[in-house]
């Protein structure tokens, strides 16, 4: 059995938003865009340990009653000491419409990058089994750099669970609910376009980051500086970023549609030349790159504040 799910959800850039997107996404059989258009308006980008991210609360949809969830945590020492079926729980919960995640160890995972070499917790996302196969299905990033369906055996998932390096080990779940909240939530898309305008969150700044359009702007200075190579799941994320823009627009103010579209094309280009800049490391490619940048940040300043406005009068 394999439970809905959609493997090319608004976003892909991180698991903790393709997931609750994927279940979301995979189950509705209705015009989603009022919810979405209400969510990841902002975004930030942290100082230490830099990482580039949308910065939205309640990603799963439980506030809206749009995703119910339940945990099930356990210390390692009672996950071994418990005379309890964990492969029997998992697959009851699939069997009862609940997605398990949490986090497990890709030692164990063959799909990883890191299979047999060495440790590393990362999360994960089951959405069904073969019983007679002895198999679950999941889905995420894989060594192939994409974000796919694949196979675990139970053997293997078993293996990388009593494997972690938590302290505790968390049987989470997440079940889609059709009656949820899904309309547009104009008051949250207000204060979070302002915030983004304003560089700044009404939801409690932390030091390390910096919020907003800044926040792009730190993006494009870290990309231009750094000597690390370019995190490709820092454009990406731009890219899906602005295309989530492009559809709020289109779908609540159309008459800036065309104003807004060379953004969201530049974003995309930004993703498309990174990718070739981390193959060949050509010079002319990082300095399109930054172009597109200042397309973006010169561009938003001038069609969001309009936008703004049209939703204020919705």
Not at 35 to 40: L, Q, V
Not at 49 to 55: A, E, Q, T
Not at 215 to 243: H, P, S, W
Request: charged residues 25%; negative net charge; aromatic residues 14%.
């Amino acid at each position: 059995m394999k439970l809905p799910f959609e493997t090319s959800p608004y976003i892909m850039a991180y698991h903790n938003k393709a997931f609750p997107l994927g279940v979301i996404q995979g189950n509705a059989d209705f015009d989603l865009r009022p919810w979405i258009s209400g969510k990841f308006i902002n975004c930030y980008f942290r100082l230490n340990s830099p990482k580039f991210d949308l910065y939205t609360l309640d990603p799963w949809g439980e506030g809206a009653g749009v995703n119910l969830s339940q945990s099930i945590r356990l210390t390692r020492e009672m996950f071994d000491q418990l005379s309890l079926d964990i492969l029997q729980v998992v697959k009851t919960l699939l069997d009862n419409s609940c997605y398990v995640h949490g986090s497990w160890n890709e030692k164990y995972i063959p799909v990883e990058r890191v299979y047999g070499q060495s440790d590393r917790m990362h999360d994960y996302m089951l959405i069904g089994y073969d019983e007679d196969e002895g198999i679950f299905y999941s889905v995420g990033y894989t060594k192939r750099g994409r974000y796919e369906e694949f196979t675990v055996t139970f053997e293997e998932y078993l293996a990388s669970l009593r494997n972690s390096k938590n302290r505790c080990i968390d049987i989470n779940t997440c079940q889609f609910c059709p009656d949820g909240n899904f309309s547009f939530n104009k008051d949250n898309c207000i204060v979070e376009l302002t915030d983004y305008l304003n560089s700044t969150t009404s939801w409690g700044e932390k030091p390390e980051r910096i919020y907003g359009i800044n926040g792009v702007r730190e993006l494009k200075q870290y990309i231009e500086e750094t000597k690390e190579g370019i995190d490709i799941r820092f454009t990406r994320l731009l890219m899906e970023y602005k295309a989530l823009m492009q559809l709020r627009i289109d779908y609540l103010c159309p008459s800036l549609s065309d104003a807004y579209r060379p953004t969201s094309r530049a974003a995309e280009q930004i993703y498309m030349l990174s990718i070739k800049y981390a193959m060949t490391g050509k010079k002319e490619l990082m300095a399109n790159i930054l172009i597109n940048f200042d397309t973006v940040l010169q561009l938003e300043p001038a069609v969001l504040p309009q936008f703004l406005e049209a939703v204020k009068m919705i």
